[in-house]
Every structure is written in C-alpha cells, then in structure tokens.
C-alpha cells in the first residue's frame, strides 16, 4: 500500500470520455483538482433506504488498494496518483492554497458532514475539545455558517492560539483551569449559564466525553469525532439522556457533497483565515522518513510533502 | 402534596371566559377532558430561541403545587382537581377507554415527544427494551406511524405476551436469551443481519444501553427515556459514534401538541389495540393504600383508581 | 418501444453473480420482484449534492429503451421483461395481491415520495383532489401514516366510495357541492374552521390549484402531483405565500427507496385495504388493444393486462 | 394609532419585576434594546401544534394598539415607547450603529425567518430580485450563513451599487437584461447551468413571479415575501411542481428567536457591511413629515427619524 490520503494535485493525463468533474463543470489537462478517497455502492439499505453512505458495508476505499495492482498507484505519498472510475473528484477553486485543498478530503470533509448531520444554527456557541487539524476547521466551519462563539479547549498553548487565528473567540487552557469542574464552569461563564450548544471532541481521548457532555446546555448535543479506535471506553450518567435531552452522534468520513462543500467554504473563506500556515514545514517526497521522525519528536508540527 | 399526575375526568365548572379546550374546540360542563400537568414560560432562550420547553428552567408542574395554598386540589388521586390558567387541556375523543386517556397525560405523551425527536420512517424496525407501560405504548405507536417491524424485550413473559397485543411482532425473553450477546444476535438475525432502525430503552436500567446500543444498525438511534434517576452510571466504548455512526438521545416529559397528538392515536387505534387491559385491577379512592401495598407485593401489576 | 411501466413477475433467470435485491435479500428464480423502471447517475450535482436524483438530468428510464436492441425486452406489456444492471429490484412481500403490487412502482412510489418530501403529522387532515389510483394510495398512506381526517373530493359518486375503502373519512362530490366556494366551505366546517394541513391534487387539472390552495389552514402545503402535461396555466393570489405561509410543491417519479417503503406499506395493510380490487376488469396480453378501447370508452375503469 | 416599527431605543423604565431580557441576560436603565412588535398566544393549534406562530389567529400586534388608550405610547415615531407584557425584547450588542438595529425588528427578522423555513446550504446560490431594505439582508445573510453565489436583480443602478456592498456577487440590471428570457439565461449562465437554489422575491410585483421559478433549478425553492397586498395576481405553469420538483413559500414576520438571530449576525457582521448607510438622510421627529414628502418624491431614498 502507498499510504497518504490527504493530498491535492493536477490533471497529468484524463480517462476516456472523462470531460467533466463530479458536479459538471469542464476539466482538462493541467487543473489542480481534489478528489475522495472512498466510493459508495448506492445500491445498499445503508446507501439507498437510509441515505447514510458513509456506514456503507459495500465502501471502497483507495487506502486499501495495493500497489501491486495495475496501475499501482492509489496513494498519496507519490509523485502520481491514479483515480479509478467512481471516486469524485472537483476542479480546485482559484486562490485557494494547496495547504488547504491538501487536507479538505479527509478533515474539512468530515467536519462538514459532521455539522450538516447535527446542524447549526445562526447564534449558537460551539466547544472544541482539542484544536488540531479537525478541530481548526470545527472552529472556522462554525463562525462561517451562524456560530457566535467558539470556544477552544487544549493544553498546548501554541495550538490554543492558533486557533484564534482560525475564528476561536475564547481558548481554555487545560492547564491553567486543571480540573473538568473548572473547565465546566468556564465554559458555563462564557455561555451565559445556559452551556454549549454544542460540544465536539476531535481529542482523541474517551476521557473528554463525561467531562463535555456536562459543558452542554440542556438540549444541547454532542459530536464524537475524535476517538477512532476501538476500546474507547467511558463511563457517564445516562441520567442527561431523558432529564437533559441532551444528544449524542459522531460520523466518520464524508460523502463527495461534503468534499464539494468544504470547497466552497475555503473559496469564501481564503483571505480570512491563514490557511497557508496548515502546512508548517515542507519536506520533499524523499526527505519523507526525516518528516514522520521530526513529527513523531513533536519538533515539527505539521508537516507537508511536496513531491517532484 | 396530592399525588397522582396519570388521570382523566369530566369538566365540573368552567372559569370564567373558558369556552374552549387548547386548541380550539367548544367545551362545556360534563366534557371528559385531558390536561398536562406542565406548563411552560415560552419566553426563554430555552422555549423561545431552542424550542425545546421541557427543558424550560422555569416550568410550572402541578405535582410540586402544594395542597397548603387554594384552591388546594392539584393532584390526581382526589375526587376534584383545579387546573390553574396556562395549563393546556383537551376535550377527549369518543370512544376512548379511560384506561387509556388516563395514561396519556405522561407514558403516551413521552413516547409521542420522543418519536417526534429522533424520527421515525415506514418500514424502520424498532426494539423496545422493557415493556411496562411506556413500553407498551412505544410498541404501538411506533406500528401506527410506520414501523414494520417491533422486537420487544423483557424478562416477565407475561409481560412480552401482553405487548404483542400492543404491536410486537417478535418477542426476546432474557429468560431464554440468556447473556447480552445472544440477545444481540437474535435482535441481528430479525433484521436481515443489520442490526435495529431504533432502540428504546424504557427498561429503568442502565445495564440495558451498552447491551441496546450494539443492537443497532449502523447510523441506527438509540431512545434513553427509562433512566430518570441520577447516577444511572453505564460504560461503553466512543467508536460506536464515529465509527457507527451511532445516535443517542431522549426526552423527558412533552408538549401540550404531544399529548393533542397522542389522543388522536388513541382515537384512530381504540379498536386496534385493548387499551381496557392497561388498568388491571380498579380500586377506590378510599382503597389506595392497598393498592400501593399490592403493587409493592407485585400483586397487582396496573392498578387504576377511580374516585367518586 | 414496449409499453408498460407498472408490472410485477416472477424471475426466470438471473444475471451472473446477482444473488440478492436491492436491500440485500437474498433472492432465486421463482421469486416474485418489484422494480425500478427508472435509474439514477448518483454522480451530479442534482444526486449527490441536492440529493433529489429524480430530477438527474442523467436518469436511465426503461421505458425509454427501444426494442430494436437486444435483448428488447423493456416494457411491461409483455411476457418477459429484461431488467439492466442498475436498475433496483425488490423481492415482493408475501401475500400482497398481484393487483398492488404491479401499481407500486409508479403510483405507490410517487405518493411516498411526496409524502416523505412534505411530512405528514399525527392528527393530519388530508384534503386528496381527484381519486384515482394516486388519490387511492394517497388516502390509504396518509391514514397509515398518522392522518386522522383524509377528505376526498372527486366528481365521480363510484370513485368516492371507493376511496372509503382506502381510508377516506369523508367524501366531498364535486355535483352536490357545485362551486368552489361551497366545497372550501365544506372543508373548513371539517376541520374544525382551520382548514387542511395539506392538500395534495393528483386530479390532472389546473384548475384545482387555485380552489385547492385555499381549502388550506395557515401554513398548510399543497403537493401537486397531477398536472404532468405543459401548459397547465393556472392563476393564483400571491399574497397566499406570505400572509398565509403557504408552501407549494410536488415530485416527480421515485428514488428505490420509496418503492421499498411502499412495499413495506403494502405488506403491513394488506388485509386492511381491498387490493385486489385496484384491477377492475382482466384481459390477456393478446387482448390488450380490446382492453384499451374500452378503457377509453370509459366501460372499464381499471383494466389490468396478465399475459402467459 | 401611532406609527413605527422598525425603531431602537435606550431603556428610560423598567416594569416591576423585570430584570432581564427575553433570554435572561440582565437588562437595567440606559441600556439600549431592540424589542418584537407581535406578541404570539402559544396556546393554539397553529402556535403550539403546529409551532408557526406567525399565523396564529389571537396575535397582539403593538400597530394596532390605539394612542387613545393609556399609556398611549405604541407606536416607534415618538421619544417614549411602551412595551407591554409579553412582547420580546432583547438588548442590543455593543458596536452595532442604530440604523442597523432599527430595522432588525421587522425586515431583519423576515429575512431570517424565511431562511429559517427553506433552509440554506453550504455553496448555494441565491437570486434576489429587488434589493431595497429586505433584499439587502437577503444578500448579506444568505452570504453569512453559507451561499456561495449571490445574484442582485434590480432596475435601479444605485440600489444593484449598494447590494454589491452587502454581498451581492453579481448584479442583473433589468435595463440592460430587458426580456424575463434574458435574466433567466444570464442566472443559467452564473449558476453552471443548473438554475439558482433559491430565489427571493421581495419586488413587491406579482410579475416577478413567473419570471423567477424559471431560474430555479430543478428541484430549487422560491421564497415569495414581498407581494403583501391582495389581489397579487401571477399565472404560472403548473409542471413546474411535479417535473422541476420546485417548492414555493413565503412567511410574514417572525418570532422572537429570529430577532435574537438576526441581532447575532449584525454583531458577527458589523464591520463587513455599511450598515450606517441604511439610512441615507437623518430627520428630526418634527421634520418627519418632510421626510415623507421628500421619500414619496424618491428624493430620500432610505430616510431616519431621530427624536429628542
């Protein structure tokens, strides 16, 4: 397998018949384009009757092609990558930094099915439990669409004020309000007293979960994006279910729409928020095995690889 | 405090300027009516902003209306009860038994609210975890509005046989079905291997969710309405949201539309389904002490009393 | 072309490797199916995006496949049909008549797609212009689904009745109520003076629209299903849309998942609803054209065609 | 009667009791509010069952409320407004200049109300036609909450100029497209194609309507809020409901929480559009005859009144 699944590039060459993208418009030789990685069958109860593709049994995903295969090359660690018939791809919108187009196809995607699946609306006020990639786009997605306050929980003060710069309007720093009760009631402060309307954990950690469901107003949900691998356990009062009608969901991956979406919001949003800084540091396709090893020291944040 | 929040009655008198019930229709003296015993100040961020008032921080209940203060007459178990302005009453409709339109002002109301929230669609199947009264009620609304497929569990046989008059297409006895995952398995093989639409747990033990929840399919919604006491600690494992994608929610109490909405499924099912069963055994006001003493014995599964 | 676009039929034989319908059941030769004559592209902007594929300015219809090409087979008026890869089947419920069944995948796909498109409450009032086979599954979803008060208004006193049997409570003849000023009149008085939640015209004439959008309550919707010719010119007050918040709309054809969901209707009413009446009169395939003509004649109104 | 209602002001008194605003944020002397100017009675079908309050029967609106009775003071053309119980009002953000608050509570409110309704998405485009004071906020929230596209149609140079400063994208001058045939192809043109998602009338002429549903898409949604007199007569073609899938509606007014919103986006959007500008000539109260005069000559096109 070639890994890399958050990537942007241009046409080298185009199928036959292939003349536009997913949504139509014209394409050739030489635009940069996005693409998905993954493709629905359509064709399933999941797909079809309940509209939920992304729980499709039937998924193809290009992160699971070998490259042993013809024509070998599915991943994006790469100088060229393959697309098979029926994976979306979208023409790039102009201006847009390839810092940004690279990881719309996997974070901004899913944060952007993510809130289409829970909603927002105009006024409401968002915590981000943990602002890396996920939760950079959580913040700015929420002030674009109606959120009047984001406020951004993390105990790396760098990331915190970072994600001002991403349309954070208040940062909680774990390390200066210690313990879950004094987070719960700063965030209360923030929030009128009510609580959030809605709390997202991108922490990748279950321990996040009781301590932010009570961040919620009454009615308020919860969005769990953050702890994908199994044995994530956590323990909470089922009590705020029926006395708190609180709900909660999560999503994985996201639909081409969502991809197409993410897109619009970047074009709209390219002059506001500093996308180019996504990608801290630049490594060539060669220099790959230094990047993993600087990130992995945590001496380099965000790494980007920019190949040929 | 006069208990007893589950009633019906007739109109003995009629405030001044009172010509109608909640929604309109004419009433007059000796009408058989239903009411809510909440009552909400539409007027918060809460009711207002959010429109979810059974979360209103300033809503009146009858049951916390003292019997120190006139017209002292606030609860269910007394031959008289004063319905104060702002409290949304309903003329019943015809043909109803008592039996039911007593239920509806709580069991019924509660599973009208929470099928509202979390959708239902044709076709969807439904597990409903316990079927005591909120159960019975949830087998048969979720048939009314298009469920195909109902599997209720519990562990009182008697229990399943009455909920299949009540809708249940299949029956689960923990009795049978001895550890969560036989139970999961047999909940998987009645729904063509995907797992339920929706689970509803009215069991009133959080033991039943992290065992309910992997009955679902994925993108399936789980129902908590049964744990209305604090500490109702359960464990499960967060990959369930992401991963499955995954929705829990639940509703305490319900609107007067909910309880308008409930008597009129009660109007069209009141030859469908034997609502006179729902009250086993009928006491005097002045009998209420037994009563309670053999509901406590397990004597005596649904007692009704009927004053005057 | 073959004619024929609503039949049902037992498989001869399948293609190589399909094992299961569309839901995933398994299904063998012999079996009875329903299916799709229409195929969406899942891959625009109208599918994926808008997900309304049935206005996919890319859809496949059988009926438009001519029976120059092999296998030739498209059209329902026939012995055979050949059904191409892509095109959703369903096993048919058990014990569902024939007659039902070969109306489903036109007229029962379109009123569940309509109805899910505009929603339909408990306690419902349900106005159906013109009773037809559409205004037939109109009523009888609408009751099945939480209506509880479907009017019918048609001109022919037989149709009326008929559509008693399929759920209308009340009829309303267009020859004893002359103009539309007594027929809104009528309406109104049954609803309580609000006038309908929803009034859905599948009577074929424009001139139901302006009498029909004022037999609605405030905020009331208004599907019209019925007007599928151009030039269906109709005049209407504007002021209708801000000052009583009316909302128009309509749908063309159906998505596999509302012929799914219509099947799971028809196997949940199959004893309540008289389907087998829904074919009037039964010719052989080689007597079609006698069946047509008095048709046409008006001697026979609902003919059904069983070849072999 | 005294008129006025689209006003702001400072609070001079408060009412026994009263100490916050409508969603609980502590309100006293000198702070200046914005307040709804119909009062819905939460206690009908149309307000609690079917939760559109706007076209509840029992609304108190303050225009009608006549000077002769005490307090006498209702109307927003004087120093001193009395506001009754029951009417929602909220206080103001810091920094948002006047002309921008005294028009929240009328054509702000409307505008977002009616997206509310139809519901808005990440990169749609939207048509205005006719961009006074509504379509303005249509323009600029449309861009707020998501659209990608906003497309000014107008006859009047200056006012397509002055859009373009609240987020029109792109401008249709009427005297340059002469022809409904010749604006339908340009909104084509700027919409891939496809026709707008959304169309918003508010010229104030039926003619508009059969002009606009042609630029829909297949599957688009047209919002009718400007023809608020009767007898707006349009004709249109009715397959636009069933072929093109195209929903029609419209609202009038709005209740509390959209004022609430709408105050959230002028505080999120204050330094994005020239709110100052909405009103282009300052009066004195006892100028306010004058500045009627000079508006009815088209002198003034957006005129103030400033008491005191």
């Not at 050739?28 to 693409?35: A, L, M, Y």
């Not at 393959?82 to 719309?104: I, S």
């Not at 720093?173 to 987070?183: G, H, I, Q, V």
């Not at 321990?207 to 919860?222: D, H, Q, S, T």
């Amino acid at each position: 397998v070639i890994l890399g699944h958050e990537y942007t590039g241009t046409i080298h060459d185009l199928g036959e018949g292939v003349k536009n993208d997913f949504i139509g418009n014209p394409v050739e030789v030489g635009d940069k384009v996005v693409n998905c990685t993954i493709a629905y069958c359509e064709n399933c109860y999941i797909c079809n009757v309940k509209r939920t593709p992304t729980m499709c049994p039937n998924t193809k995903q290009l992160s699971r092609f070998t490259c042993d295969k013809p024509p070998h090359l599915f991943g994006g660690f790469a100088e060229y990558i393959y697309l098979p018939p029926g994976f979306a791809f979208f023409k790039a919108p102009e201006g847009v930094p390839d810092e940004a187009l690279a990881t719309a196809n996997c974070a901004l995607g899913t944060i952007v099915h993510s809130y289409e699946k829970v909603g927002l609306e105009i006024g409401d006020s968002v915590v981000i439990q943990g602002v890396g990639g996920l939760g950079l786009y959580g913040a700015a997605l929420a002030k674009r669409i109606g959120a009047s306050k984001v406020i951004a929980i993390d105990q790396v003060q760098d990331r915190l004020k970072f994600s001002e710069e991403f349309g954070a309007d208040h940062t909680i720093n774990m390390l200066e309000y210690r313990t879950p009760e004094e987070r719960e009631k700063k965030v209360k402060e923030l929030t009128g007293g009510w609580g959030a309307d809605l709390v997202v954990d991108v922490s990748g950690t279950p321990k996040a979960i009781p301590e932010g469901v009570k961040m919620l107003r009454k009615g308020g949900r919860y969005l769990e994006i953050g702890c994908v691998f199994p044995n994530a356990l956590f323990q909470m009062d089922a009590i705020l279910f029926p006395y708190s009608e609180i709900t909660m969901t999560g999503v994985r991956l996201y639909e081409p729409r969502h991809l197409w979406k993410g897109l619009k919001f970047l074009e709209e949003t390219k002059d506001k928020y500093p996308y180019k800084k996504l990608v801290s540091h630049k490594f060539k396709l060669e220099e790959i095995n230094k990047a993993f090893e600087l990130f992995d020291q945590r001496k380099v944040l965000r790494p980007g690889i920019i190949p040929g």
